[in-house]
Nanobody
Framework: QVQLVESGGGLVQAGGSLTLSCAAS????????MAWFRQGPGKERVFVAS????????SYADSVKGRFTISRDNAKITGYLQMNSLKPEDTAVYYC??????????????????WGQGTQVTVSS
C-alpha cells in the first residue's frame, strides 16, 4: 500500500501560482502512476493531471493545460503539481492519488486505490 500526504495549498490571488506536493510512503512510489484530482464545492471529483510511474508520460485536463505542470521525484518519493495563472474556478480541494490505471480509467477516480487527504486551494478574484 501507499500512503499519500498533500501539502502546499492556500489562498492566492487570481493570476498567482502555487505548488502542491504529495509525499508518499509505504510501497515503492516508483511502481505507481500518480494523478491529481480536484473537487469544488458541491461538485464531483474531477481529473486534473496524471504522470506515469517513470514520469516520462503526462496528461492534463483541457481546463489546466498550459497552466499546470505535474512532476515527480521518485528518489524523494514526492509528486508535485505546479499551478500557474490561477483562476477563481481553480478553487477546490486538490487530491493526490496513486495506482496502476489502464486506459480510460487513468482519468477516473476509480483508477486509483490510494488517496491523500486533500489540500484546499482558494483563488480570489
Amino acid at each position: 500500500q501507499v500512503q499519500l500526504v498533500e501539502s502546499g495549498g492556500g489562498l492566492v490571488q487570481a493570476g498567482g501560482s502555487l505548488t502542491l506536493s504529495c509525499a508518499a510512503s509505504g510501497s515503492p512510489f516508483s511502481n505507481y502512476a500518480m494523478a491529481w484530482f480536484r473537487q469544488g464545492p458541491g461538485k464531483e471529483r474531477v481529473f486534473v493531471a496524471s504522470s506515469s510511474a517513470s514520469g516520462t508520460s503526462t496528461s492534463y485536463a483541457d481546463s489546466v493545460k498550459g497552466r499546470f505542470t505535474i512532476s515527480r521525484d521518485n528518489a524523494k518519493i514526492t509528486g508535485y503539481l505546479q499551478m500557474n495563472s490561477l483562476k477563481p474556478e481553480d478553487t477546490a480541494v486538490y487530491y493526490c492519488a496513486a495506482g496502476r490505471p489502464v486506459g480510460r480509467v487513468m482519468r477516473e477516480p476509480v483508477g486509483y486505490p490510494y488517496w491523500g487527504q486533500g489540500t484546499q486551494v482558494t483563488v480570489s478574484s
